[in-house]
């Protein structure tokens, strides 16, 4: 080892030389990072993922106490059952109801319309009143 090389005149140049390394400049300070790891590159596919998800995402989605409700009463949808509930808080929407009823079949959902959430859901024959409150519209899709 050649002591001449580890030899510095002040502490300036120790702090210089360790914490603040010389960063080779690019053209016009783009990205020193180029290809598949850059920050760009990787900034752009997280944008791509997240725009297919809201594309993807645009039906309703099902609050926790709804998903339970499913859960808990066995009730599943099939794709038409989803896409005509998908359709109905639509159509709600559409016409401004901000809380409603989506009847589908034997099944009842309460939607919150802004949000694009089921709140709860039921198979109508568990309702023996058959009384839905906090509602302001209904939709038989």
């Known amino acids: 080892m050649i002591m001449d090389d580890l030899r510095f005149t002040s502490i300036g140049q120790v702090q210089d030389q360790y914490l ?8 016009n300070n783009k990205n020193i990072l180029k290809g598949e790891d ?14 297919k998800n ?3 995402d645009s039906g309703v989605r099902f609050s926790k106490h709804a ?3 499913l859960n808990d009463r066995n009730i599943e949808l099939s794709m038409e059952q989803m896409n005509r509930l998908n359709q109905g ?3 709600a929407g559409e016409k401004g109801i901000k809380d409603s009823l ?3 079949d034997q ?10 959430t089921v ?23």
């Open 119 to 141: 709140v709860t859901a039921m198979d109508q024959t568990e309702n023996n009143s058959n009384v839905f409150t906090n509602i302001d519209g209904a939709v038989i899709a």
């Open 20 to 27: 603040n390394p010389k960063v080779p400049k690019s053209d």
């Open 102 to 104: 989506i009847l589908v």
């Open 38 to 51: 850059s920050f760009a590159s990787i900034l752009s596919k997280a944008k791509e993922s997240a725009d």
């Open 67 to 69: 998903a339970n409700r």
């Open 107 to 116: 099944l009842a959902f309460i939607v919150n319309v802004p949000n694009k």
């Open 89 to 91: 808080a639509k159509q």
């Open 54 to 56: 809201i594309v993807a």
